[in-house]
């Protein structure tokens, strides 16, 4: 059984107001779960992105088994990036 744990960075405060998590942190132990969860955290922030269409998504390799999945300005709407942090 493979599981992957999906970390939400909390909010400094909660409020109904708010919009929804702009950034998954991800840690994997196998490849299997990389490719599950990432597509996952993606199609996650597709819908998030799709609300007022302003920007893409930016998958970043922090190091092995560690990423994050953010929605970023920088990224044209409807368009997914990736990096690897140096």
Known sequence: MFTATLERVPAPSV???EPLSRTIDLEFSTSGEMHA?????VAELIEVA???ASCGILVTR???GRYTVALDES???GETYEAIAA
């Open 75 to 77: 990224v044209p709407f």
């Open 50 to 52: 799709a609300k007022d």
């Open 37 to 41: 969860g990432l597509e996952e955290a």
């Open 15 to 17: 409020s109904t107001d």
């Open 62 to 64: 922090l190091r092995p």
